[in-house]
Structure formats: structure tokens, C-alpha cells
């Protein structure tokens, strides 16, 4: 019972306190750059329409897909027609991902 009482108690005051603290702002930043700076890459079940999440221990971005309908084309165009033994060209746009940190 007071286990249950502390528990309650705890989470009514980090209630409060998350609702003081007002977002902060930052860049986005490509996956790859952060892969570069030794951020690790971890799993995040699509929430949020999420792609994964990078971590160097203490900072934590989502990463989201930031393609376009044109390059998404291009590359179904290419490896269709590598599929049907036809690519004049190997080369495709890049699947840019992009990740936003969080607090």
C-alpha cells in the first residue's frame, strides 16, 4: 500500500514538472552525419512514424524519411528495369533521412 502511495506520488509531481518545461529548438541533422560523429543507431518500433533512433549515450534523435514522390519514381524506375535486365545506369538518388533531437 505505500509502495503503491510513493509510486502514485512520484509520478503526480514529474507530471507537473514535464509540463513547465516548454520544447527547445535545434537543427535537424542527416543520419549519416551523426553516424560520423560515433552516434549508434537503435530501434524504435515506428513510433512517431519513425525510422529508428541514433544515441551517443547522452543526446537521443528520431529519424524520419525525408524523400520526395520524384526520387521515390526514380529509383522504382532503375531497379525495375534492373529487374528486368535493362538498367542503362546503377546510379539512383540516395534515401535521405533526416533526425531530430530530443529532450
Not at 516548454?22 to 541533422?29: L, M, R, T
Amino acid at each position: 500500500m505505500i509502495r503503491a502511495a510513493v509510486i502514485t506520488a512520484t509520478l503526480a509531481s514529474g507530471a507537473s514538472m514535464v509540463s513547465a518545461v516548454e520544447p527547445g529548438q535545434s537543427d535537424f541533422v542527416f543520419s549519416s552525419d551523426l553516424s560520423a560523429q560515433g552516434f549508434a543507431p537503435f530501434g524504435t518500433g515506428g513510433t512517431a512514424n519513425t525510422l529508428y533512433g541514433m544515441t551517443d549515450g547522452s543526446d537521443i534523435y528520431l529519424c524520419f524519411l525525408f524523400d520526395t514522390p520524384e526520387d521515390q519514381g526514380t529509383r522504382q524506375t532503375a531497379l525495375l528495369a534492373e529487374l528486368a535486365g535493362e538498367s542503362p545506369t546503377r546510379a539512383i538518388p540516395n534515401i535521405p533521412v533526416v533526425c531530430v533531437m530530443t529532450q
